[in-house]
């Protein structure tokens, strides 16, 4: 199927779309499927330095399976979420172990991977091996929605209507498919921004149902709302990790205490933490990173006090 938007924006693609490390030629199905992970709720500038660090030390699912989980939380680093980087760990030893250290290309496979949702497998299939998937991302989804239905936002998840409309969009040529799926995914971040959508650089602005609108605005109270971090058991469960991270030897109670005041809201997120399978509590009284130590089967610990 050709529509009226794919010859502009794959022609604004090839001249616009940023050089990042993940769709460069030749980049492997792990380079990108490590891509898609590390995107997920983080902008693209701290992922492209997390990502070339990443593939340098770990160029494949094999060399990261070698190593502890608790390595691929260390060397997540701040880049937020980090049960992300113990799923990448589960998703390369499933990889080497059952497809050879090679990530799989069918989509149904992918979606069974730690970690991988239907956006995800749609994103790897379609951008590591040329498939056709509507790939619906939160740029995508903005941008769908004000060239074909005129609303300034999508709804809260996609619906299956909207995932209908995607894929009658996609070029018959998966190929192509997988060309035009990044390249309005291209078109959302640089120009139809969430806030500040540049209409007169878009290649597809004629066609445009929102703009021919007079770009109505979003219903009251349809925004997304911004979400507090300081002060929150995220922000908490952070400063601990940090502690674990920055150091190769084991944490005690105290070295927790000198990062987070609140003791009643830095037990709380230990515990999550060590639920999550973030930290292993050891024997000794003491907290490591996943596979840095003896795991516990027992309750971690007393929690902290000041004085610990």
Do not use: K
């Not at 050709?2 to 769709?23: E, I, K, S």
């Not at 990261?64 to 260390?74: D, K, M, S, T, W």
């Not at 070029?171 to 997988?178: F, I, L, M, T």
């Amino acid at each position: 199927m050709t529509t009226p938007y794919t010859g502009p924006l794959l022609g604004w693609y090839a001249c616009h779309a940023r050089d990042l490390p993940w769709r460069a030629p030749g980049t492997t199905p792990w380079s990108v499927l490590v891509s898609e992970i590390m995107l997920q709720q983080t902008p693209v500038a701290r992922v492209v330095p997390a990502h070339r660090d990443w593939l340098a030390r770990w160029p494949t699912p094999p060399a990261l399976a070698a190593e502890p989980a608790g390595e691929a939380v260390r060397q997540w680093g701040r880049l937020g979420y980090p049960r992300r980087a113990l799923r990448l760990h589960e998703t390369a030893t499933i990889v080497t172990a059952r497809y050879g250290g090679t990530v799989p290309a069918d989509f149904d496979v992918l979606l069974a991977l730690p970690g991988i949702g239907a956006y995800t497998a749609a994103a790897v299939a379609s951008f590591a091996f040329g498939q056709r998937h509507a790939v619906l991302d939160t740029n995508v989804r903005r941008v769908l929605a004000r060239l074909v239905t005129g609303r300034a936002r999508p709804a809260a998840t996609p619906s299956v209507a909207e995932r209908r409309m995607a894929e009658s969009l996609l070029p018959a040529e998966p190929a192509v498919a997988a060309q035009w799926s990044v390249a309005v995914m291209e078109l959302g971040a640089l120009v139809c921004s969430a806030a500040s959508p540049l209409c007169t650089a878009c290649p597809v602005a004629r066609d445009c149902a929102w703009l021919a609108a007079g770009r109505p605005a979003q219903p009251a109270g349809a925004g997304r709302r911004a979400q507090r971090y300081d002060g929150t058991d995220r922000q908490c469960r952070g400063r601990l990790l940090a502690v674990l991270r920055d150091s190769r030897a084991p944490a005690t109670d105290a070295d927790f205490c000198a990062v987070w005041a609140d003791q009643a809201q830095l037990a709380r997120a230990l515990d999550g933490l060590v639920a999550d399978g973030l930290v292993d509590p050891l024997p000794d009284g003491r907290y490591a990173l996943p596979g840095h130590g003896s795991r516990r089967s027992s309750p971690r610990p007393a929690q902290p006090t000041a004085s610990s």
